[in-house]
């Protein structure tokens, strides 16, 4: 019976994960996977918290004693604007608030086996600006949702040294909104015009949407993630985990929905259209089946950077305990997102550089019921000045983390923290060439989990 529930609680998590639109990240990656962790900054590779989310945090510290239920989520809410360095103007993301649930557990196999499985999402992005914000035309909506379900075996090769490894079967859903400017696409090539001539020469305006275009697809791809736990005294341990990258393949559908403008030929054309004609009805067959336009399969690629993170654990008094870790992730593996369609075809630079992370952390037992935790985190910038756009205005990050944990029965323990994301204003763009304005992000982050042990 224990085991059916377990699985119907799996299922539960994997959809609503699938749904999981999680908007706070370093690149794209998520890193608020357990709020016990998180109250002390998510430093813990060294220490795992004991909820099994050593699953994705270490699978070296699976629990070689008791069967452990972790459940639990975190909401995200972002909040950022792109200032316009010239005219002022201020786009604001859309304020919404993001859930991020998973789940986790572990039961030992005899004395040296212990065996978990994990659902969780280390990749994910929803960045979700108004229609009508200044950096439509490089995307106004963009999602990453990456589910991982990972099964995890650890062994315990004596009283000091553990190690484990797992396998992650991942689910990968994209999509990206965009508008078009009528403005900047080419005219046809007719006797009269110049060459390169655009609409703009028909007196359209710049930045007048002429088609909404979404792009959405999905993969599955199959990684690794190993971790290792050495006990080097009473007070001291020492950890490390390393999760593979992958490279993720995307198949997937392009739709174009057309905008109504209210401009007409301002002159005839001849054998095209007299003066006065709408220019949506000439734009009309763009849009059909077979046309640059039209709805079309469409493909792309996007990588699931290698992360690899250790840390140290000190037990500095019975109540005490003092954690820290370095973590690196491999985001130069970002160097482009191609666009792969049936007759709509481009790539876009993004030159992304390895980050480099710094957790720490610290947790006090009031009593043997109660523990309080901080910590801070600080991480450098994945993407370069010229990728600074309205897709991922990521930058250098400062996090301060607070939380608390509470044993409410012998069998059953809620935690509980509160995350601050401080960002420093970035210059970016919201135009293909040059950058324009100021981002700025910050976000608020809240999460609850309930751990049973049995």
């Keep these: 019976m224990r085991g059916f529930l377990l699985l119907r609680a799996l299922a539960v998590v994997v959809c609503v994960l699938s749904a999981v639109q999680a908007a706070q990240a370093q690149g794209f990656g998520v890193y608020e996977q357990s709020p016990c962790q998180l109250g002390r900054g998510g430093a813990g590779v060294a220490s795992p918290c004991p909820d099994a989310s050593s699953v994705y945090f270490n699978p070296a510290g699976l629990s070689f004693d008791a069967t452990q239920v972790g459940l639990g989520g975190t909401v995200i809410g972002p909040r950022g604007d792109f200032t316009d360095n010239t005219t002022g103007q201020v786009s604001t993301l859309n304020k919404k608030w993001y859930p991020l649930p998973n789940v986790y557990a572990s039961t030992p196999i005899g004395d040296r086996f212990a065996v978990g499985i994990g659902v969780f999402a280390p990749y994910g992005l929803t960045t979700d600006w108004p229609e009508d914000s200044q950096g439509r035309f490089l995307g106004y909506k963009s999602v990453v949702q990456g589910v991982y379900v990972q099964p995890t075996v650890s062994y315990r090769v004596n009283d000091r040294l553990s190690v484990g490894a797992g396998i992650d079967i991942v689910r990968l859903h994209v999509q990206l909104r965009q508008?078009?400017?009528?403005?900047?696409?080419?005219?046809?090539?007719?006797?009269?015009?110049?060459?390169?001539?655009?609409?703009?020469?028909?007196?359209?305006?710049?930045?007048?949407?002429?088609?909404?275009?979404?792009?959405?697809?999905?993969?599955?791809?199959?990684?690794?993630?190993?971790?290792?736990?050495?006990?080097?005294?009473?007070?001291?341990?020492?950890?490390?985990?390393?999760?593979?990258?992958?490279?993720?393949?995307?198949?997937?559908?392009?739709?174009?929905?057309?905008?109504?403008?209210?401009?007409?030929?301002?002159?005839?054309?001849?054998?095209?259209?007299?003066?006065g004609t709408r220019l949506d009805l000439l734009l009309a067959s763009r849009f059909q089946q077979g046309q640059l336009l039209g709805p079309q399969d469409a493909g792309s690629a996007i990588p699931l950077p290698a992360q690899l993170v250790a840390g140290i654990a000190f037990q500095a008094t019975p109540a005490l305990k003092l954690l820290a870790d370095y973590q690196f992730v491999n985001w130069s593996a970002f160097d482009e997102l191609p666009i792969d369609g049936d007759y709509l075809?481009?790539?876009?630079?993004?030159?992304?550089?390895?980050?480099?992370?710094?957790?720490?952390?610290?947790?006090?037992?009031?009593?043997?019921?109660?523990?309080?935790?901080?910590?801070?985190?600080?991480?450098?910038?994945?993407?370069?000045?010229?990728?600074?756009?309205?897709?991922?205005?990521?930058?250098?990050?400062?996090?301060?983390?607070?939380?608390?944990?509470?044993?409410?029965?012998?069998?059953?323990?809620?935690?509980?923290?509160?995350?601050?994301?401080?960002?420093?204003?970035?210059?970016?763009?919201?135009?293909?060439?040059?950058?324009?304005?100021?981002?700025?992000?910050?976000?608020?982050?809240?999460?609850?989990?309930?751990?049973?042990?049995?």
């Design 345 to 454: 075809k481009s790539s876009v630079p993004e030159n992304y550089r390895d980050t480099h992370g710094l957790r720490a952390g610290a947790e006090y037992a009031l009593s043997e019921a109660t523990t309080l935790r901080a910590g801070v985190d600080f991480h450098t910038a994945a993407a370069p000045d010229e990728t600074v756009t309205p897709n991922l205005p990521e930058g250098v990050r400062r996090e301060f983390s607070i939380g608390l944990g509470q044993r409410l029965t012998d069998n059953l323990r809620v935690d509980a923290f509160y995350l601050y994301l401080s960002q420093p204003e970035r210059a970016g763009r919201t135009n293909p060439t040059v950058n324009n304005g100021v981002y700025s992000f910050k976000a608020n982050l809240f999460g609850v989990s309930f751990a049973f042990r049995f």
């Design 179 to 275: 508008r078009l400017d009528l403005s900047a696409q080419p005219l046809p090539a007719l006797p009269g015009l110049p060459p390169g001539a655009t609409f703009k020469l028909l007196g359209v305006p710049a930045a007048t949407d002429f088609a909404d275009l979404n792009l959405e697809g999905d993969a599955w791809s199959v990684g690794a993630h190993f971790g290792v736990l050495y006990r080097a005294s009473e007070r001291v341990s020492l950890g490390a985990r390393f999760m593979t990258g992958q490279e993720v393949d995307i198949d997937g559908a392009l739709e174009t929905r057309q905008i109504p403008t209210p401009y007409v030929l301002p002159v005839g054309i001849p054998g095209v259209a007299p003066q």
